[in-house]
Nanobody, 123 residues
């Protein structure tokens, strides 16, 4: 079972940046789809950005496209989410996820979840 541990959330002003990271307990390159979901208070959990098992293809939700970038360092078993131009609507708990054999956008079929890291965008 893959263990995922996030860090790097926090409080930031609108327009600011954050870069949460997630370390996996085992080698996940070319096996798992790694990604990020988020859940805001009173809202359903939604996918944000995913990194496919081919190590090339990435997916971004329309709400974050052009502002967020997902990346990974296979040598460190780590996936990152660079978040720029943050908006109050980005406020949520962000979860690192892992799934095999490939990516999925429905949180119900995600196998592994981190504990979450809080991101708050407020002035």
């Amino acid at each position: 079972e893959v263990q995922l541990v996030e860090s790097g959330g926090g409080l930031v002003q609108p327009g600011g940046s954050l870069r949460p990271s997630c370390v996996a307990s085992e080698n996940t390159d070319s096996s798992y789809c790694l990604g990020w979901f988020r859940q805001a208070p009173g809202k359903e959990r939604e996918w944000v950005a995913l990194f496919e098992i081919d190590d090339i293809t990435t997916y971004y939700a329309n709400s974050v496209k052009g502002r967020f970038t997902i990346s990974k360092d296979n040598a460190k078993n780590t996936v990152y989410l660079q978040m720029n131009s943050l908006k109050p609507d980005d406020t949520a708990t962000y979860y690192c996820t892992a799934r095999l054999p490939g990516c999925a956008f429905d949180p119900k079929v995600i196998y592994y979840w981190g504990q979450g890291t809080q991101v708050t965008v407020s002035s």
